[in-house]
Antibody, heavy 120, light 107 residues
């Protein structure tokens, strides 16, 4: 069974930083493409970014609103995905989900989500 | 970015009704489309992948069809536990984009 468990969320002031972690199990982590998706309060779903498997270059892609502020990384030895968030804005307030899929960019599995609140 | 126009934004139906949601992409996405169900306070759950394939363990009353730019999602006989918000999502072209969601309620 695929499991993805996020941690590291909380309250942070505008301009601050936070790092989310996601520990995964139930699939071959080293082969997986991993993404972060967020959902603002009462809003729809927004893709944040992704990281490919190391065998496919380990490259990252980001949504325009977070590019240059957020960084996605992975530690395959720990089956862990990270999201480093810097220069946070109030509009980054959301539940953040780590996700993966059985093929490429497709999103099949979701973590339970973690709340990040950016407020003074 | 590819725009995913999902309709209706909300829908009220009776138990046993056939329910259909549509999703239109702003350009051809082949069949690279997922449908998700999200209940309040929970993560989205995959129901349909690659436009028409039923995810393992998902009841057969759920189905999807379409290709190119026009897609439909159908619940053949609405059950009380189907009350949720449903989203389509394309994953053909970066960035992956979602429809705005359809909130389904029981009449």
């Amino acid at each position: 069974e695929v499991q993805m468990v996020e941690s590291g969320g909380g309250l942070v002031k505008p301009g601050g930083s936070l790092r989310l972690s996601c520990v995964a199990s139930g699939f071959t982590f080293t082969n997986a493409w991993l993404s972060w998706v967020r959902q603002g309060p009462g809003k729809g779903l927004e893709w944040v970014g992704r990281i490919k498997s190391k065998s496919e270059g380990g490259t990252t892609d980001y949504a325009a609103p977070v590019k240059g502020r957020f960084t996605i990384s992975r530690d395959d030895s720990k089956n862990t995905l990270y999201l480093q968030m810097n220069s946070l804005k109030t509009e980054d307030t959301a539940v953040y989900y780590c996700t993966t899929g059985r093929r490429g960019s497709r999103i099949d599995y979701w973590g339970q989500g973690i709340l990040v609140t950016v407020s003074s | 970015d590819i725009q995913m126009t999902q309709s209706p934004s909300s829908l009220s139906a009776s138990v046993g009704d056939r329910v259909t949601i549509t999703c239109q992409a702003s350009q051809d996405i082949n069949n690279f489309l997922n449908w998700y169900q999200q209940k309040p306070g929970k993560a989205p759950k995959l129901l349909i992948y690659d436009a028409s394939n039923l995810e393992t363990g998902v009841p057969s009353r759920f189905s999807g069809r379409g290709s190119g730019t026009d897609f439909t999602f159908t619940i053949s006989s609405l059950q009380p536990e189907d009350i949720a918000t449903y989203y389509c999502q394309q994953y053909d072209i970066l960035p992956p984009t979602f429809g705005q969601g359809t909130k389904l309620e029981i009449k």
